[in-house]
């Protein structure tokens, strides 16, 4: 059994108050990092995770 | 669930704060409870998001991109700037877009370096790269009616306004960049070769006709108090990741979009009214996908698009209002999990969906077994208001995503990978779906539902798992040999492939059963949709599927008549040593197999299953 990572350990930041001007002074490391745990909620890839075909009945035909 | 993480610093002044979902919020959005204060909570956080990857992709662009790409970068960005100190709303507005997130993700995920010398090169193929920003920079001045200059991309002689619409000048030919001015009146697009004036009505609800403009369809809809505003936009170049093709929409195909929308919110509205009101919040954007002929419907969404969910034209509104819903708790997920982590490390293993013919991977378990989470609490609320008419329908959907879905939550629940918080979230969506396993169902509804359970959960099997080869040997030895089984029940586990699927004619025919009586006629009707024994599974004639299915396996190896005989078994004798073997039905199947391989006397299939199935009594 793996220990558990404690859940906020690494949460979004808020930048919603931040200007367009005030984002290019962020730290590179923040961002960086931010990237990184976006790629690891997504998987790095095109992050298509819902591509629903069977909740209705299809006219498929038998083949 | 609290942060003890350092709040992070801009400069001396600025504390940041992190997002925060407590154990209560985590709670409830598991339950699928998104309330207006979690709803603005999510939606701020994407917007965070959406600014996080824009001034990610400044900084690649500055550092990666062509010396034209750095100019026309600069040149947005202080667009932005200027057009944020008047009118900090509409840049807002364009961060939040769906399209403008995908476009920053396949810039941050090098979709588009490789494109640069293309495009350079007239390509009209090549994607849009680190440039493309002005396209959204020249929307915000237009909004704001800001006098501008930007150069913007063209493909195919087509400018696109990311939510306004595209222009098709007449340079059909060219693909390059072209000019966009605006001077306070009048806004030109000016190419090599021409002077195309851009339609300023385009920028205002109602816009004015005019042949070369192709304005995105806007949709308001307005339903006991509760409004939906969208975009219907089947052009936008970002909203291809779906990896299905877009709808090209007729006059006649946007009124059937508007007539279904409308129908299917007022069904929200009216049974899902909370869901509803999170629905506005969160959807900007349907994007329409084709159908294609003889296909179900489809639907998708993806989290580098939050906003938008792209989807086929739907079976009916109720259907619409189904997968509205399925979607719309994907794009909660995805907004969950930008906040925080809900696994802290992903296997390779890939896991049985019941939802889906592949195997799928952990984290797609986990957005589908949520998305379906949101369709259970959808069909116990229809099954409340239905008429008659519609009562055993919905009560049977009701029955069966309640027990598929906890059969996937509960794989979920067992991963050590689920953080703290996921584990939260994934708990508290096992004790939702459990308490709606204790409401009472009729024996039919049940009865359905099981049959469409099984059948899904014995092809998928069948199709992907392969049994250790020597545990099949060692079988086929003792069966050979006229020696009693040993526990095959303990086989190896099987590996699972992706590929080679199976005909899902009969369980389209056997979901069709209860949604759509019409087409179940045609699946019995119509020569060639089903084979024979199927059809007689289907009309209740077991003893004729029966042979039918037997007749098929000892002429060959036929996994798809397996399935059926299995269900038909299944359903004659629900006993232990049956469901022991819906877990093993490949080891029978492939024991079959390597016997008559061998060339010994074929044994039929219920002999074999009555020689396992000994061993575990």
């Given at each position: 059994m793996r220990e558990r990572r404690s859940a906020l350990e690494c949460s979004l930041v808020d930048l919603t108050q931040l200007s367009v001007r005030e984002l290019s002074k962020l730290d590179d490391e923040l961002l960086e990092d931010a990237l990184r745990r976006l790629l690891h909620a997504c998987g790095g890839g095109g992050r298509l995770w819902s591509l629903n075909i069977l909740s209705q009945p299809s006219d498929k035909p038998y083949s | 669930v609290e942060s003890q993480h350092p709040q992070p610093a801009l400069g001396q002044t600025v504390q940041l704060r992190r997002y925060r979902l407590t154990r209560n919020d985590l709670s409830a959005l598991a339950a699928g409870n998104v309330s207006p204060r979690l709803a603005a909570r999510l939606l701020s956080a994407e917007l965070s998001k959406h600014e996080l990857l824009f001034e990610l992709v400044r900084r690649t662009a500055s550092r990666?991109?062509?010396?034209?790409?750095?100019?026309?970068?600069?040149?947005?960005?202080?667009?932005?700037?200027?057009?944020?100190?008047?009118?900090?709303?509409?840049?807002?507005?364009?961060?939040?877009?769906?399209?403008?997130?995908?476009?920053?993700?396949?810039?941050?995920?090098?979709?588009?370096?490789?494109?640069?010398?293309?495009?350079?090169?007239?390509?009209?193929?090549?994607?849009?790269?680190?440039?493309?920003?002005?396209?959204?920079?020249?929307?915000?001045?237009?909004?704001?009616?800001?006098?501008?200059?930007?150069?913007?991309?063209?493909?195919?002689?087509?400018?696109?306004?990311?939510?306004?619409?595209?222009?098709?000048?007449?340079?059909?030919?060219i693909s390059g960049w072209v000019k966009v001015q605006f001077s306070g009146d009048q806004a030109m697009v000016i190419s090599r070769s021409r002077t195309t004036a851009f339609?300023?009505?385009?920028?205002?609800?109602?816009?004015?006709p005019d042949s070369r403009w192709v304005p995105v369809s806007r949709v308001n809809l307005a339903a006991r108090g509760v409004t939906l505003s969208l975009a219907l936009d089947a052009q936008d170049p970002f909203f291809d990741r779906f990896g299905l093709p877009l709808a090209r929409l007729s006059e006649e195909d946007v009124l059937a979009w508007r007539k279904q929308l409308a129908d299917a919110w007022k069904i929200l509205v009216r049974t899902h009214r909370p869901k509803a009101k999170a629905l506005a919040a969160t959807l900007t954007s349907i994007v329409p996908l084709d159908h294609p002929s003889g296909e179900c419907p489809?639907?998708?969404?993806?989290?580098?698009?939050?906003?938008?969910?792209?989807?086929?034209?739907?079976?009916?509104?109720?259907?619409?209002?189904?997968?509205?819903?399925?979607?719309?708790?994907?794009?909660?997920?995805?907004?969950?999990?930008?906040?925080?982590?809900?696994?802290?490390?992903?296997?390779?293993?890939?896991?049985?969906?019941?939802?889906?013919?592949?195997?799928?991977?952990?984290?797609?378990?986990?957005?589908?077994?949520?998305?379906?989470?949101g369709v259970v609490a959808f069909w116990e609320r229809q099954r409340e208001i239905a008429k008659a008419s519609d009562y055993g329908a919905a009560e049977i959907e009701f029955a069966y995503w309640r027990k598929v879905t906890l059969q996937a939550v509960e794989t979920l629940n067992a991963s050590d990978a689920l953080t703290e918080a996921?584990?939260?979230?994934?708990?508290?969506?096992?004790?939702?779906?459990?308490?709606?396993?204790?409401?009472?169902?009729?024996?039919?509804?049940?009865a359905e539902?099981?049959?469409?359970?099984?059948?899904?959960?014995?092809?998928?099997?069948?199709?992907?798992?392969?049994?250790?080869?020597?545990?099949?040997?060692?079988?086929?030895?003792?069966?050979?040999?006229?020696?009693?089984?040993?526990?095959?029940?303990?086989?190896?586990?099987?590996?699972?492939?992706?590929?080679?699927?199976?005909?899902?004619?009969?369980?389209?025919?056997?979901?069709?059963?209860?949604?759509?009586?019409?087409?179940?006629?045609r699946y019995?009707?119509?020569?060639?949709?089903?084979?024979?024994?199927?059809?007689?599974f289907l009309k209740g004639d077991y003893s004729k599927a029966v042979q039918g299915y037997l007749s098929r396996i000892r002429e060959s190896?036929?996994?798809?008549?397996?399935?059926?005989?299995?269900?038909?078994?299944?359903?004659?004798?629900?006993?232990?040593?049956m469901k022991a073997l819906l877990k093993r039905a490949e080891v029978v199947a492939s024991l079959h197999y390597r016997i008559r391989e061998y060339g010994n006397s074929i044994p039929s299939p219920d002999e074999l299953i009555e020689w396992l199935a000994a061993s575990t009594e």
């Open positions: - | 990666r991109g062509s010396s034209a790409d750095v100019a026309r970068v600069k040149a947005a960005t202080k667009m932005l700037e200027q057009i944020q100190t008047r009118k900090p709303k509409i840049i807002e507005t364009i961060f939040t877009l769906p399209q403008f997130g995908a476009w920053a993700a396949d810039c941050l995920l090098d979709r588009t370096s490789a494109a640069v010398s293309r495009e350079e090169q007239g390509d009209s193929s090549a994607p849009f790269g680190f440039g493309y920003i002005t396209a959204f920079a020249a929307v915000a001045a237009l909004m704001a009616r800001h006098p501008f200059e930007l150069d913007v991309p063209m493909r195919s002689g087509i400018v696109t306004f990311p939510s306004l619409g595209q222009l098709h000048t007449e340079d059909a030919d339609p300023m009505a385009a920028t205002s609800p109602s816009s004015s489809i639907s998708a969404s993806s989290g580098w698009a939050s906003g938008a969910i792209a989807l086929s034209l739907q079976l009916d509104s109720l259907s619409l209002a189904e997968t509205l819903t399925h979607e719309f708790h994907h794009l909660v997920l995805g907004a969950v999990e930008d906040i925080m982590p809900l696994y802290s490390y992903v296997d390779a293993d890939l896991y049985y969906a019941p939802w889906r013919d592949d195997p799928r991977p952990f984290r797609e378990l986990l957005q589908g077994a949520y998305a379906h989470l996921g584990l939260v979230f994934v708990s508290t969506m096992r004790a939702r779906l459990a308490s709606w396993r204790i409401e009472h169902v009729s024996d039919h509804a049940e539902a099981e049959e469409i359970i099984i059948e899904h959960y014995l092809r998928w099997r069948l199709t992907h798992l392969y049994p250790d080869p020597a545990a099949i040997e060692k079988l086929v030895r003792r069966w050979s040999a006229g020696l009693a089984a040993p526990d095959w029940f303990v086989t190896p586990a099987a590996v699972v492939k992706p590929d080679s699927l199976l005909s899902t004619a009969r369980y389209g025919a056997l979901k069709a059963r209860h949604r759509d009586p019409a087409l179940f006629r019995l009707q119509v020569r060639g949709k089903l084979p024979e024994a199927d059809i007689a190896h036929d996994l798809d008549a397996w399935v059926g005989l299995i269900c038909v078994r299944y359903r004659e004798a629900e006993s232990d040593t």
